[in-house]
């Protein structure tokens, strides 16, 4: 059974660093794109970048280019995105999904950052 | 403002057939790229209803279904029941290299 299992809910202030995470099993990890996806409170789904786990090639949506991370570690089985210096607008719900080919077939759970001072 | 448009809400009776339209352009629809469908259900995480324009995967009931035609898509779902009550959304690929998502459509079983 394909899963992809996100990392637990965050509470940030302004200005600090984070990683989330998202592992996935049931299937062959590098063999597919994991998508990133964002959905603000009370909003629709974004789409903010992709990474093939397989030799890490690395797209981001215009977007959200320069603003976020995505990264892998094959090894593991488990993809990340991370921001250098959240603002308060980063507060949002993020998803991970499989990529196929350009159809999202498997999402994660989803991980909540808030960000508040 | 989202790149695909969508009604902000539909409703329909139970046993009813309500559809939601997604219409785009010749930069992502109208250029031949395939629409996808999501239902996400309150609280939850988007689940893929449709892929490929009008293909479901497997578990998801024959009473939805989906076409495309030019630069727009469809959703329909005939014999509607409660537990279709959830947020839809369509998406597709843009020449801007960019997966895109039309905004969401409230559906309210009645």
């Known amino acids: 059974e394909v899963q992809l299992v996100q990392s637990g809910a965050e509470v940030k202030k302004p200005g600090e660093s984070l990683k989330i995470s998202c592992k996935g099993s049931g299937y062959s990890f590098t063999s597919y794109w994991i998508g990133w996806v964002r959905q603000m409170p009370g909003k629709g789904l974004e789409w903010m970048g992709i990474i093939y786990p397989g030799d890490s090639d690395t797209r981001y949506s215009p977007s959200f280019q320069g603003q976020v991370t995505i990264s892998a570690d094959k090894s593991i089985s488990t993809a990340y995105l991370q921001w250098s210096s959240l603002k308060a607008s980063d507060t949002a719900m993020y998803y991970c999904?499989?990529?196929?080919?350009?159809?999202?077939?498997?999402w994660g759970q989803g991980t909540l950052v808030t960000v508040s001072s | 403002q989202s790149v695909l448009t969508q009604p902000p809400s539909v409703s329909g009776a139970p046993g009813q057939r309500v559809t939601i339209s997604c219409t785009g352009s010749?930069?992502?629809?109208?250029?031949?790229?395939?629409v996808h469908w999501y239902q996400q259900l309150p609280g939850t995480a988007p689940k893929l209803l449709i892929y490929?324009?009008?293909n479901r995967p497997s578990g998801v009931p024959d009473r939805f279904s989906g076409s495309k035609s030019g630069t727009s898509a469809s959703l329909a779902i005939t014999g509607l029941q409660a537990e279709d009550e959830a947020d839809y959304y369509c998406?597709?690929?843009?020449?801007?290299?960019?997966?895109?998502f039309g905004g969401g459509t409230k559906l309210t079983v009645l």
């Open positions: 999904a499989r990529q196929t080919p350009s159809s999202l077939d498997y």
């Open positions: 490929g324009n009008s």
């Open positions: 010749s930069s992502n629809i109208g250029a031949g790229y395939d």
């Open positions: 998406q597709s690929y843009d020449s801007s290299l960019s997966l895109v």
